[in-house]
């Protein structure tokens, strides 16, 4: 029972644990349930909290929007897009019809465009053809008029003959026995000629004159006074012949001569903008008159002819075809510091004194003298300093002097050749504008410069100038070396006006001398009178004066009667003479082109430090000091046509060339001096410091050579004698290691570096800076060539045509390898506000044009024609790219 009791009481338990377990279970889930029921109640009381707070933006945005919409209906009611009858104005219906018509009208002009563009390409092909027409007539009458004159001296010839001929009968009716006149055996013929059917050599000479643009009417004049007086014919014949380098003095004198006349006017400009008044214009106009007729300005024009002739003097000094472009900082200071530069510098100063002294006394007032009354503070009267004379002088000075260096800086005495020839009076009016503007400009940042200048500075020379004149200053005046008396507007004014005036006058010269200088000059291609025969174009084609080398362009390009006599024989003989002077002339420029290139990047390849070239030379490092040759002189100022000036065995060199002693030379200036020998045609003056170039004259170093048509080799197959490499002796090793030890020490500075350093593109720019003369040549032959084609009648071109397309392909490669050089590519940016002539910076990329093109117009007249020329394997690989438009 007890057992019984006992379990029973323990069921009772746990079916109470039971129960309360579960009672505990449904507790947790009741109070879970009653949390989830309070957040979602919490939750739905914030919504309605929320909803309630919206409901209340929404009426305050939907009364907004009322007002707004009652605004937007009153201004659509005032521009007129609804209907008022308060509105006056156009509606949107009227200004769409508006826009509607403005797009018709638009459209009806559109085809107005369309057929003014069609009527104005039939006008463009009528004018070409018209022009293509007038061409041929030029050449007929070209034609017709050497016709003329043949028949005019076979006609004279006839006359000549008969007159021999009556003689001959008048003698041979005197009863004389007449002896059989002796003839030289080895000049015989097999019919022998008499002494008196021989003609004088002068018998029937006309003067063949082509001088720019008179040829003609001097020809025809040098024939009828032949006809006329035959006896004087011959002494006025010398009248006429003017030597190719005279020609530069006469076109000189001939600006400088326009340059003193147009002085009036511009002056007379210079004194009304100086006494121009607003408030008394008449008054101003009669001071003008005034002063333009007395004695003093008439003396002040006498100086500044003075000063225009010297100008125009230092310009044909100095000009050059070829410019001169500093590598380094440093090589431009060697050019500021040349003494040739110095000179120039302090002639630029004088002359800007001189034209300063005018402007103050034309001026006049306050500026017209240098010493003006005073009183010292005692009262006592003496002489003392104008200042304000003082300052136009020392301005006139200091902008003579910034005009000779920016001339330095910026190659204003750089004289170039443009493609189209103009006429001088056009040339000259277009120009005009841009001298003027560059004048103002420039002389503005003169003045600018010279005021704080003067503000530092200008007590030196006022002090030099009191104590040498036995001047007194005056304390009662400002003083203009201070910022109130610099800080004057007219003085300002008047400076500004002056040194505009002083450099319009110099640049005018300088324009007027570009002008002149660069005109055509034609020169005759056979000579017509044997005692003149060094003024044809062959002969004087080794002189490498740049206007026979465009005269030789223009003559391949134009002139088909002039191509004639280069295609044709000589007689008796049958020898292209003409033909093998201009193709060896030219082929020599361009391989001496082709091996400054090798030459250079020969250089750059190595870093500067020589290296073994395929034309044979030895190996030698950019440090070694190697013996300079003799024959590397300094040139003259300019290569126009300076032949003359020197004697015949002076080597005459591009100008401005770098002096080999100077201390400013670079190391590789003097690469390969000793190796090259001077018979050889790659022998010349350093015009870079990385290439080499050959003197003017040493094409045709022999008579052998000149007489030879075989065109020159190319520079990769040029022999040069080895060399054994000479050991140095301690001596030589010894200051070697010395000269290592400065260069070192010399380039962990960094102002040193800063000098010495290469200027971007400065080393490709005067790689080809002499490039002109290159692109001539490249015309001249691919014209040349192009016309042979139909125009050589014994194929006199045929013979060198191998040589030509090797010398364009060679010159090719090494130019296409130049260009992958870093800044060779980069083309430099033109400035509007200078004088600077910016064709030579852009000369590689002309050069590289005009040799495509000259290939191009080879193979498109030959064809496949070529393809029986011989050549090297490359080549014909790259010329088959041409052929096939590929390149």
Not at 678 to 685: D, L, N, R, V, Y
Not at 786 to 805: K, M
Request: charged share 20%; hydrophobic share 40%; with cysteine.
């Amino acid at each position: 029972m007890a057992s019984a009791s006992g379990k029973a009481e323990k069921a009772s338990k746990f079916e109470m644990l039971k129960l309360l377990e579960n009672c505990r279970k449904e507790r947790d889930d009741a109070l879970q349930r009653e949390s989830a029921l309070r957040e979602k109640l919490r939750q739905n009381e914030t919504r309605l909290r929320s909803t309630e707070g919206l409901k209340q933006k929404l009426k305050i945005l939907t009364v907004d929007n009322k007002e707004l919409r009652k605004q937007v209906k009153a201004l659509r009611t005032e521009i007129g897009l609804e209907r008022s009858p308060n509105f006056s104005g156009k509606t949107t219906k009227d200004i769409v019809n508006d826009f509607e018509e403005k797009e018709r009208e638009c459209n009806s002009l559109i085809d107005k465009t369309g057929k003014l563009r069609v009527t104005i390409d039939d006008l463009t092909a009528e004018l070409s053809n018209v022009t293509t027409s007038k061409m041929l007539l030029e050449d007929q009458v070209q034609s017709l008029q050497q016709n003329l004159k043949d028949m005019t001296n076979n006609q004279r010839r006839l006359l000549k003959l008969w007159d021999d001929k009556k003689t001959q009968r008048e003698q041979l009716a005197l009863p004389a026995i007449v002896q059989k006149p002796f003839t030289h055996k080895e000049i015989q013929t097999d019919m022998s000629i008499s002494s008196y059917q021989k003609l004088p050599p002068n018998a029937f000479e006309t003067k063949q004159i082509r001088q720019d643009g008179d040829k003609d009417n001097l020809s025809s004049f040098a024939i009828e006074m032949c006809d006329v007086i035959p006896g004087e014919a011959e002494q006025q014949f010398s009248l006429f012949l003017i030597s190719p380098g005279k020609v530069i003095w006469w076109r000189a004198a001939a600006s400088i001569a326009w340059s003193v006349l147009l002085l009036p006017p511009t002056t007379a400009v210079f004194v009304f903008l100086s006494k121009f008044s607003f408030l008394h214009p008449i008054q101003t106009i009669s001071e003008c008159l005034s002063l333009l007729m007395s004695s003093c300005l008439i003396f002040s024009f006498i100086l500044l002819g003075g000063v225009v002739i010297m100008v125009g003097f230092l310009n044909l000094e100095y000009y050059t075809v070829i410019p001169t472009i500093a590598c380094s900082k440093i090589a431009l200071l060697g050019q500021l510091l040349h003494p040739r530069q110095v000179v120039s510098s302090v002639a630029h100063c004088l002359m800007g004194v001189i034209v300063g002294w005018c402007c103050a006394v034309t001026v006049g007032n306050r500026y017209k003298t240098l010493g003006c009354p005073c009183k010292s503070s005692d009262g006592v009267p003496q002489m003392g300093l104008n200042e304000y004379h003082l300052v136009f002088l020392l301005a006139g000075a200091f902008v003579g002097f910034s005009h000779s260096l920016l001339g330095v800086t910026h190659n204003i005495n750089y004289v170039s050749f443009h493609a189209v020839q103009q006429y001088k009076y056009l040339h000259f009016k277009g120009s005009l504008p841009l001298v003027l503007k560059c004048s103002a400009i420039q002389a503005f940042y003169s003045i600018r410069n010279f005021a704080v200048a003067y503000f530092f500075l200008g007590y030196i020379p006022k002090t030099w100038i009191c104590k040498t004149l036995n001047l007194h200053l005056d304390s009662s005046v400002h003083r203009l070396d201070s910022i109130t008396g610099l800080v004057d507007l007219s003085l300002l004014y008047h400076l500004w006006i002056s040194a505009t005036f002083l450099l319009f006058t110099w640049y005018i010269t300088l324009l007027l001398f570009r002008i002149f200088v660069t005109e055509v000059y034609s020169f005759p291609v056979q000579p017509t009178f044997t005692q003149d025969p060094h003024q044809c174009l062959p002969r004087v084609l080794t002189d490498q004066q740049p206007m026979i080398l465009k005269d030789l362009a223009l003559l391949s390009k134009h002139s088909p009667s002039r191509r004639g006599e280069v295609f044709s024989l000589s007689q008796p003989g049958g020898h292209p003479h003409n033909w093998n002077a201009v193709s060896r002339e030219c082929l020599a420029l361009l391989a001496d082109l082709t091996q400054r290139l090798v030459a250079y990047h020969e250089t750059v390849a190595t870093n500067g430090r020589a290296k073994s070239l395929s034309s044979g030379m030895t190996s030698c490092t950019e440090d070694l000091v190697s013996p300079r040759p003799t024959f590397l002189t300094k040139t003259p100022a300019s290569v126009f046509a300076r032949s003359f000036a020197g004697g015949p065995h002076s080597p005459l060199t591009a100008p401005f060339t770098p002096d080999l002693d100077s201390p400013f030379s670079s190391p590789t200036l003097r690469r390969f001096p000793g190796l090259v020998d001077q018979c050889s045609p790659w022998h010349g003056s350093v015009q870079s410091p990385h290439i080499m170039r050959r003197a003017p004259k040493l094409w045709s170093t022999s008579a052998e050579s000149q007489v030879s048509s075989s065109p020159p080799r190319s520079p990769a197959s040029v022999p040069s004698p080895k060399q054994e490499p000479t050991k140095p002796s301690f001596v030589a090793q010894f200051l070697q290691n010395r000269k290592e030890q400065v260069k070192n020490f010399m380039a962990k500075r960094v102002l040193i570096m800063y000098l010495f350093n290469k200027l971007p593109e400065a080393s490709s720019q005067a790689l080809f800076a002499d490039s002109q003369a290159h692109i001539w040549a490249l015309e001249a032959l691919s014209y040349l060539v192009q016309a042979s084609f139909t125009e050589d009648q014994f194929g006199v071109v045929q013979t060198t045509l191998p040589s030509i397309l090797s010398s364009m392909l060679h010159l090719q490669e090494a130019v296409d390898r130049h260009f992958k050089l870093p800044h060779a590519s980069s083309k430099p940016v033109r400035s509007a506000n200078s004088m600077e002539d910016f064709t030579y910076k852009t000369l590689r990329f002309a050069l590289r044009a005009t040799l495509k093109t000259a290939i191009y117009r080879i193979t498109t007249t030959f064809g496949s024609h070529l393809n029986a020329v011989q050549m090297s394997a490359e080549h014909r690989k790259r010329l088959q790219q041409f052929l096939e438009f590929k390149e």
